[in-house]
């Protein structure tokens, strides 16, 4: 595990060099100017020696290769140079949102894993039948459902409808104080609505390995040694039928960073998806840069998950061939 720890680890380090560089490729090609989007309405009046001295404040200045050379070796010491859109040091505006991507991301994955394996097992052991057809047709229609009109139907309903929960922020109005209480009430709704975005992928995976796991030589010579019902499912075909849904939990990574971008921007969720809105739409490079990377590593540690616990859950595989 640390040998293949550390292959990925070495692995990743041009990986993200890489996308560094694009993100600095596609700034180069883009038509918005952060020379532009960082003067506003004023920069319209300023003269030519004012901005050319503002973009050498923001290095903007110089050929995107240096100034991707530039954000690269001081990114390596720490320094991940200054947001426009925020004002502030980029270090700061992902150290002040990490946590609560974090929180909303682990909290709706681990209900969306534990949930659909529920439902996929339930499933699983009648397939064909009512529940079956239930679980089936409701995740084929979760699938097809884009997160952000999911959020915004839970907004109408159980906001402003029922008045259950609040419609978004981490606090209630006219209040800035954070309490455990607030928070939890606040979480429901985004973690809900993205976890329903991830559940039905479990679910249908979980349904489908452990309804052929049911089907195999082992599980009926554990049934046809007078096991119970119980312990033939979750001793036997549930250990069997998850080894492919371990795989899924790395792929799933890159569609739960996305949809936690649009569910943070619809319920004004202050995490690290809503700050890469407000880059993308400021023309903030070294903040998209940074948050880029943050992204591209968190798939990355993503896809190693996934090959650890698979190699943890199926002795037959060896960490030395992945």
Do not use: K
């Amino acid at each position: 595990m640390a040998r293949l720890t550390g292959r990925r680890l070495l692995a990743a380090v041009p990986v993200l060099a890489a996308v560094t560089f694009g993100v600095f490729a596609l700034a180069a090609a883009s038509p918005f100017d952060p020379v532009a989007q960082y003067a506003g309405t004023a920069g319209r009046s300023a003269s030519q020696e004012t901005l050319d001295e503002l973009r050498a404040n923001l290095g903007a200045d110089g050929s995107f290769v240096e100034r991707w050379w530039h954000w690269l070796t001081h990114a390596v010491t720490g320094d991940l140079g200054h947001s426009t859109s925020m004002r502030q040091p980029v270090a700061e505006v992902i150290g002040e949102r990490i946590g609560w991507s974090a929180l909303l991301c682990a909290v709706a994955f681990a209900v969306a894993v534990l949930l659909g394996t529920g439902l996929g097992v339930a499933a699983a052991r009648r397939r064909g039948g009512l529940l079956d057809r239930c679980v089936t047709g409701l995740s084929y229609l979760l699938q097809a459902a884009p997160p952000f009109w999911t959020g915004l139907l839970a907004v109408w309903l159980f906001a402003l409808q029922l008045g259950m929960f609040p419609a978004g922020g981490l606090s209630d109005t006219g209040s800035d104080a954070v309490t455990p209480g607030g928070l939890l009430n606040h979480l429901v709704l985004p973690a809900g609505v993205l976890a329903l975005s991830q559940l039905p992928w479990f679910a249908l995976y979980v349904r489908q390995g452990v309804g052929d796991a049911l089907e195999e030589d082992p599980v009926r010579g554990a049934r046809a040694r007078g096991l119970r019902e119980r312990t033939v499912l979750l001793g036997h075909a549930l250990r069997s039928g998850l080894l492919p849904v371990l795989t899924l939990i790395g792929s799933r990574v890159p569609e739960l960073i996305t949809g936690a971008l649009l569910i943070e921007t619809v319920f004004s969720w202050p995490g690290i998806a809503s700050a890469t809105v407000e880059a993308a739409t400021a023309a903030d490079f070294p903040l998209l840069a940074a948050l880029t990377v943050l992204a591209t590593f968190a798939v990355l540690a993503g896809n190693l998950l996934a090959d650890l616990l698979y190699g943890l859950a199926d002795p037959r595989v060896a960490f030395e061939e992945m």
